[in-house]
């Protein structure tokens, strides 16, 4: 999944790529992919500065937030990259980040990783809490039986031990 840089040989270069679910598997993830990842872009060169410029279709498989049941998710989404070489990146100590350069990766000797860059726009199109639907309706959070499938007897009514002898005075 390497883009060789040094074979660009004009200032503009197609990518319409497509790859298989099982070169992103891994388990730390959180996110499986369950179709082939479709890749359509035109890389730009201007000197060392590469920008990559296109679109990203794929489906992902996730795990529902509050139920637990594993869902789909299509994912279509734009990108628009910039990519300068990893020299210009080195330096020692700490410096400040100007707001155009939050949208620049580095890379080096003369390859950008696609793989690299497709995980980075998948992590970034998921959704903060997913859900697999908008009114799931969870566990029940004694048995565990979830309330999308079946109901279940369980008295989700909570007492604060410490005011028992307040109730017994009450009740005297």
């Known amino acids: 999944m390497l883009l060789d840089l040094s074979h660009l040989r004009s200032g503009i270069e197609h990518i319409d790529r497509q790859y298989e679910p099982s070169l ?15 890749v359509v872009a035109d890389v730009r060169k ?6 990559l410029v296109g679109k990203l279709k794929a489906t992902v498989e ?3 937030s509050r139920c637990l049941d594993a869902f789909r998710v299509p994912i279509d989404l734009s990108f628009d ?17 100007a707001d155009d350069d939050l949208g620049v990766s580095f ?15 998948l992590y970034l199109a998921l959704p903060m809490k997913p859900l697999c639907r908008d009114d799931c309706r969870g566990l029940c959070p004694i048995c565990g039986a979830n309330w999308n499938r079946e109901s279940c007897e369980c008295q989700s009514t909570w007492e604060d031990p410490r005011m028992a002898a307040l109730k017994d005075l009450r009740r005297q």
């Open 46 to 51: 201007d000197a060392q500065k590469f920008r």
């Open 62 to 64: 996730l795990e529902c």
């Open 107 to 121: 890379y080096k000797d003369s390859v950008i990783d696609l793989g690299d860059v497709m995980r980075e726009q």
């Open 24 to 38: 992103f598997s891994t388990a730390q993830d959180g996110f499986r992919v369950v179709a082939p990842v479709a």
């Open 81 to 97: 990259l910039v990519f300068l070489p990893a020299t210009e990146n080195s330096g020692d100590g700490e410096r400040e980040v």
